[in-house]
Nanobody, 115 residues
């Protein structure tokens, strides 16, 4: 069983920054991929950033140049550094880990960007 616990969300003004953390209950390199998704009210859950076990990362177009996904193996934690935040980044952000073909999700953390 995999447990993922997100933290770091909050309220920030447009142009500000936040760093989200996702602490995993097992070695993060055991996961095929780890990713951040977000879901705004009334919208579907969309991929924001993803990193493979080999360290390759990819981003949604909306996140490129502003967000960075990174890992700390010693802490079994994945981060999402978000800079130059915009009101349209407001959403619940979810951590995702793919483990032996099974997707695992955290409980989500709310990010609200005020204009």
């Amino acid at each position: 069983q995999v447990q993922l616990v997100e933290s770091g969300g909050g309220l920030v003004q447009a142009g500000g920054s936040l760093r989200l953390s996702c602490a995993a209950s097992r070695n993060i390199f055991s996961f095929n991929t780890m990713a951040w998704y977000r879901q705004a009210p009334g919208k579907q859950r969309d991929l924001v950033a993803i990193v493979t076990s080999g360290g390759n990362s990819n981003y949604a177009d909306s996140a490129k140049g502003r967000f960075t996904i990174s890992r700390d193996s010693a802490k079994n934690t994945v981060y999402l550094q978000m800079n130059s935040l915009k009101p349209e980044d407001t959403a619940v952000y979810y951590c995702n880990a793919l483990y032996f073909g099974v997707e695992n999700w955290g409980q989500g953390t709310q990010v609200t960007v005020s204009s």
